[in-house]
């Protein structure tokens, strides 16, 4: 039973982490032409539960720190495209599909690898309403680094 909760404390500590605070991040929707003073983009590139939980809590820790003094973006390549997907062809949990959404409602932004889409055959009816198609992830986490943001990868 303690060997239970020790593994769901992470996942209920972020809920409620998440859903206390009043803070929105703010974005526009033109690619953040109204800049905040902290920029930070991720590289989500597995489909590792133990990488996702560890990805988005962390996310949601800055979210919780700056609110909305921060612009986040996770941008999903690779084998991470599947947490974006609606339906995933590797093993996604609901719950990470709940936060990305809640996530999102707060103003993270979740962009979406043209190239791997591609290769999986994916067109945009295949992603969570909350992802945004970048032509290809690399160049969009580049492109971010470029207008200041810090760039995280696990």
């Known amino acids: ?4 909760f020790k593994k769901i404390l992470p996942v209920i500590l972020l809920v409620l982490a998440v859903f206390s605070t009043s803070a929105m991040a703010h974005h526009t929707e033109t690619h953040f032409e109204d800049s905040s003073p902290h920029k930070i983009v991720y590289q989500l590139n597995k489909a590792d539960t133990d990488y996702i939980d560890h990805v ?4 949601g820790a800055l979210l919780r720190k700056y609110g909305d003094d921060v612009e986040i973006v996770v941008t999903a390549i690779g084998p991470g495209l599947h947490l974006l997907g ?6 996604i949990k609901p ?5 990305v959404s809640s996530l999102a409602a707060y103003g993270v932004k ?3 690898c ?6 999986l055959g994916w067109e945009k009816k295949d992603l969570i ?4 198609i970048v032509p290809i992830g690399a160049d ?4 971010l680094q470029e207008q200041g943001f810090s760039y995280i990868s696990w």
């Open 1 to 4: 039973m303690l060997n239970s």
């Open 56 to 59: 988005l809590f962390s996310v």
């Open 86 to 91: 609606k339906h995933p062809g590797r093993p």
């Open 95 to 99: 719950f990470h599909k709940q936060q």
């Open 110 to 112: 979740f962009h979406a």
């Open 114 to 119: 043209g190239n791997t889409m591609k290769a």
């Open 129 to 132: 309403d909350e992802a945004t």
């Open 140 to 143: 969009d986490i580049m492109l």
